[in-house]
Each structure stands twice: as structure tokens, then as C-alpha cells.
């Protein structure tokens, strides 16, 4: 079975600071890795994906996660955060043979921008 | 375009009670998947249906039933509700079963009293 850690349930930063939100997984099946944002009182936003290919992915808004296949890790990465930021940060596997499958979520991290 | 809309937006009901969400996804998506989010947690999944017909089921109690109409809208049914059944409900929907991202709705949040 598919399980998603991540490592911190809060992370305070102040603006303009880098941050690293940490994820690691266990799966014994080939996976395919999501990160997704949720801000207060709203569903749940795709902020980037890993289905193959380069294992460095980048959103449109300056996020970035490596996937590391040996550390079985998904860490996300941005070099300046912004007070806009601030929102609830899910890491999410899935399993087998195309990336439509379920969806196994870690429990969350908050990303907590202080001016 | 509009996104993944789900109904109601909010909902009280009371222990033991019956309650239908509803969901209807993405123009021209055909699979939906229901996930509960309590409180501080990751979401977990309930159901997934693609085509009408149920393709995947999360470790939910039976009280848990949902359905998938030709229109590809969908509905989640919980029975006999519990308090432990409060959460916000979230819908999402995909082009189908293959390399497709899942988009998700704003949910529906459920209290029970």
C-alpha cells in the first residue's frame, strides 16, 4: 500500500525567504507525485505534477519539486516566498498504471509567510 | 469554463440522519472521485467512477454509496451519519482513467450535530 509522509505540519517563514516543504513516499509501484495547494475555505488547487521524464518540475508561480527516486522523496522548493503563499500544501501519490488513479494525500503542511 | 461545481455548499444534519452531496465535473470530463477531508487532515478517497461504472473504492463502511450519471454528474449518499462523518467533501474530475490530472471542486462542508 501507497503512503505519503510529510515532515512538518507547520512551516513559518518570513517573506522573501526560501522555504522547503518535505514529502516523502512509500509505494512499491511505480508512482506518480502531485503537489497541491489549498487556501482557506476552498478546494483543492494542482500547483505541479511528476509523471515522467525530467525529475525537476516548476509551476507558473516560482514553485519547484524534485523527484528523487532512491530517497523516495517529492520535496517542494521556492527561493522567495510571498505573503500569498500562506495555504495549506498537500503531497499526493498515485499508484499503478496512469497518474488517474487515487489519490493518496500526506497530511498536510501550513506554509505560514510572515511580513 | 466552469470548474468541478458541487451542492451544497454547507449542510448541517444530525446523528443518524441521511445526506446526498452532489457533484457535477468539468465539461467533457467522465471520471469523478469523492474525497473526505476532516479537520487538519489530508483528504482520503472515497469512490472513483469513470464511464458510470465504479473503477476504484477507498476504506470507507458501506453507509458510503455513490453513483455516476449519464450526464457524468454524480452524487455521494452517507447513511445512519455520524459525528465522526463531518468534513468537507470534496469532488474532483479527469478526462478519464489514463495520464489525467484531477481537478477539484470547492466541496461541501458537512456537520453533523
Known amino acids: 500500500a501507497q503512503s505519503v509522509t510529510q515532515l512538518d505540519s507547520q512551516v513559518p517563514v518570513f517573506e522573501e525567504a526560501p522555504v522547503e516543504l518535505r514529502c516523502n513516499y512509500s509505494?512499491?509501484?511505480?508512482?506518480?507525485l502531485f503537489w497541491y495547494v489549498q487556501y482557506p475555505n476552498q478546494g483543492l488547487q494542482l500547483l505541479l505534477k511528476?509523471?515522467?521524464?525530467?525529475?525537476l518540475v516548476e509551476s507558473i508561480n516560482g514553485f519547484e519539486a524534485e523527484f528523487n527516486k532512491s530517497q523516495t522523496s517529492f520535496h517542494l522548493r521556492k527561493p522567495s516566498v510571498h505573503i500569498s503563499d500562506t495555504a495549506e500544501y498537500f503531497c499526493a501519490v498515485s499508484e499503478g498504471t496512469h497518474a488517474g488513479n487515487m489519490l493518496t494525500f500526506g497530511g498536510g503542511t501550513r506554509l505560514m509567510v510572515k511580513p | 469554463d466552469a470548474g468541478v461545481t458541487q451542492s451544497p455548499t454547507h449542510l448541517i444534519k444530525t446523528r443518524g440522519q441521511h445526506v446526498t452531496l452532489r457533484c457535477s465535473p468539468i465539461?467533457?470530463?467522465?471520471?469523478v472521485s469523492w474525497y473526505q477531508q476532516v479537520l487538519g487532515q489530508g483528504p482520503q478517497f472515497i469512490f472513483q467512477y469513470y464511464e458510470k461504472e465504479e473503477r476504484g473504492r477507498g476504506n470507507f463502511p458501506d453507509r458510503f454509496s455513490a453513483r455516476q450519471f449519464p450526464n457524468y454528474s454524480s452524487e455521494l449518499n452517507v447513511n445512519a451519519l455520524l459525528l465522526g462523518d463531518s468534513a468537507l467533501y470534496l469532488c474532483?474530475?479527469?478526462?478519464?482513467?489514463?495520464?489525467?490530472?484531477?481537478?477539484f471542486g470547492p466541496g461541501t462542508r458537512l456537520t453533523v450535530t
Open positions: 465539461s467533457g470530463h467522465k471520471s
Open positions: 474532483a474530475s479527469s478526462l478519464g482513467q489514463g495520464d489525467y490530472e484531477q481537478y
Open positions: 509505494s512499491s509501484v511505480s508512482v506518480y
Open positions: 511528476y509523471l515522467s521524464g525530467s525529475t
